[in-house]
């Protein structure tokens, strides 16, 4: 925190103009140490600098609002955005997500689906994941369905979110069928099948995937 404390003084003491990169670099150390009170100064020395219409810099701050818990300061970052990338908007949908408020999750997919804006794998794994927190398989397939016409269907991240949709909302057979598809697992696929095996009473099934899973698939 030292640094960072250090670095934010110096923007208040620079006589010569900041560049926006520089903002941008300071305040991925906010997120990654969830420095709050540096944050928060750094927005307030960006809009005073004049870049607030920054696309980067605005979705650097709804990442940064979004880790501290704070989505009401994200979404007001969020709406007054002139101009709004896919980077912005998956932030705002992940922030949601991770602050468990998953219906604001899907309802800004959806919003985003009607603005005519594209997802990308992180995009579809993030709404994927809300959608298995409301359990809302329907939900779920119909964004599965706008997947499988892009080409992000065969993601390591996106597959290991349509496993966990269908094994949680009891559609064991489905995600049994994307799980053998896969070319490669991670651990949260691994998991999300055993526990969906588990769940729905196939113990020998389950038993068997995490056997699989200790001979390193």
Avoid at 134 to 156: A, H, T, Y
């Amino acid at each position: 925190m030292g640094k960072l404390d250090g670095a934010v003084k110096l923007i208040f003491r620079s006589p010569v103009p900041l560049d926006p990169s520089f903002f941008v670099k300071l305040l991925e150390l906010c997120i990654d140490s969830r420095a709050e009170k540096q944050g928060r100064l750094i927005h307030k020395d960006v809009f005073l600098s004049g870049f607030q219409s920054s696309v980067t810099l605005n979705a650097k701050l709804i990442i940064f609002y979004g880790k501290i818990g704070d989505m009401g300061y994200a979404r007001k970052v969020f709406d007054k955005m002139p101009e709004r990338s896919i980077v912005s908007w998956t932030a705002l949908l992940s922030g949601y997500s991770q602050n468990g408020l998953f219906k604001d999750a899907l309802m800004i997919f959806q919003n985003m689906h009607h603005s005519g804006v594209k997802g990308n794998q992180f995009t579809y794994g993030s709404v994927l994941r809300a959608c298995t927190k409301l359990m809302c398989l329907r939900s779920g397939k119909q964004i599965q369905g706008c997947l499988q016409k892009r080409r992000f269907v065969g993601d390591l991240f996106v597959q290991s979110a349509l496993v966990d949709l269908h094994s949680k909302c009891g559609d064991i057979k489905d995600a049994s069928c994307l799980f053998e598809m896969m070319s490669e697992r991670d651990l949260v696929c691994w998991n999300a099948m055993i526990g969906g095996y588990s769940s729905q009473g196939f113990s020998n099934d389950a038993l068997r995937t995490f056997r699989s899973m200790l001979r390193g698939g």
